[in-house]
T-cell receptor, first 115, second 115 residues
Framework: NAGVTQTPKFRVLKTGQSMTLLCAQDMNHEYMYWYRQDPGMGLRLIHYSVGEGTTAKGEVPDGYNVSRLKKQNFLLGLESAAPSQTSVYFC??????????????FGQGTRLTVV | AQTVTQSQPEMSVQEAETVTLSCTYDTSENNYYLFWYKQPPSRQMILVIRQEAYKQQNATENRFSVNFQKAAKSFSLKISDSQLGDTAMYFCAFTKTSNTGKLIFGQGTTLQVKP
C-alpha cells in the first residue's frame, strides 16, 4: 500500500501565482486533512473533510480552498500565493473509530516557497 | 479551545542514556487521545506512541514510554537507551475521540542524540 501520497514534493511559486496540491490515499479512509508546518509553531490544521463532497475550515483556512470530489483525493488550492504561505504542507487521513487502529496517517509533505 | 504546549525547544542526550520530553495540554474534554509523533530529517511524520485518556495505565512501545498525568494534564515521553536514529523533532498532539485526525500539535522539541 502506498498510504498517503502528496504531489508535488517541492514547489517554488511567485507571489500571485496559483497552484493545487494533490493528496491521494489508498486506505479507504473517510477523513482527510491538510496541515501546514511552520518553525516554532508545530502543525496547524488548514481544512479537513469528513467524507466525499464535504469540507470544513480548520484553524488557519484563510487564503486556501479545498475540494473532495472523490473519497481518495483531497486537493488544496492557493488562488493567489503570498510569501506568508511559504511552509511545509502535510496531508493526512484517518478512519475515526474506537480501538487500537485509531490514528492519522501522514503524507511525506510538500515544501512550498513563495517568492 | 484545546492547547498543547512543549516548553523544551531543544534537547540533547548521549547515546544509550535516557531522556524525557515534556508536554502539557489544556482541555475540558474527558475523553481524548494523546500522541507523540517523531519527525526525522526525512520530514515524514511517524507515530511513536498513543495514549487514550480513559486508560490509567501508561502506554509503552519498546524503548518509548509515557507518563500520563490526567489531573495535571501532563503527557511526557521517556526514551530509554537512546539511539542515534532517535535524533528528530518530536511533537506532542491532542485529539478528541470523535475525530482522531483533527490534531492539535505542540510546538515541537528537537532532540539530538550524541555519540
Amino acid at each position: 500500500n502506498a498510504g498517503v501520497t502528496q504531489t508535488p514534493k517541492f514547489r517554488v511559486l511567485k507571489t500571485g501565482q496559483s497552484m493545487t496540491l494533490l493528496c491521494a490515499q489508498d486506505m479507504n479512509h473517510e477523513y482527510m486533512y491538510w496541515y501546514r508546518q511552520d518553525p516554532g509553531m508545530g502543525l496547524r490544521l488548514i481544512h479537513y473533510s469528513v467524507g466525499e463532497g464535504t469540507t470544513a475550515k480548520g484553524e488557519v483556512p484563510d487564503g486556501y480552498n479545498v475540494s473532495r470530489l472523490k473519497k481518495q483525493n483531497f486537493l488544496l488550492g492557493l488562488e493567489s500565493a503570498a510569501p506568508s504561505q511559504t511552509s511545509v504542507y502535510f496531508c493526512a487521513s484517518s478512519y475515526p473509530r474506537g480501538g487500537l487502529d485509531t490514528e492519522a496517517f501522514f503524507g511525506q509533505g510538500t515544501r512550498l516557497t513563495v517568492v | 479551545a484545546q492547547t498543547v504546549t512543549q516548553s523544551q525547544p531543544e534537547m540533547s542526550v548521549q547515546e544509550a542514556e535516557t531522556v524525557t520530553l515534556s508536554c502539557t495540554y489544556d482541555t475540558s474534554e474527558n475523553n481524548y487521545y494523546l500522541f507523540w509523533y517523531k519527525q526525522p530529517p526525512s520530514r515524514q511524520m511517524i507515530l511513536v506512541i498513543r495514549q487514550e485518556a480513559y486508560k490509567q495505565q501508561n502506554a509503552t512501545e519498546n524503548r518509548f514510554s509515557v507518563n500520563f498525568q490526567k489531573a495535571a494534564k501532563s503527557f511526557s515521553l521517556k526514551i530509554s537507551d537512546s539511539q542515534l536514529g532517535d535524533t528528530a523533532m518530536y511533537f506532542c498532539a491532542f485529539t478528541k475521540t470523535s475525530n482522531t485526525g483533527k490534531l492539535i500539535f505542540g510546538q515541537g522539541t528537537t532532540l539530538q542524540v550524541k555519540p
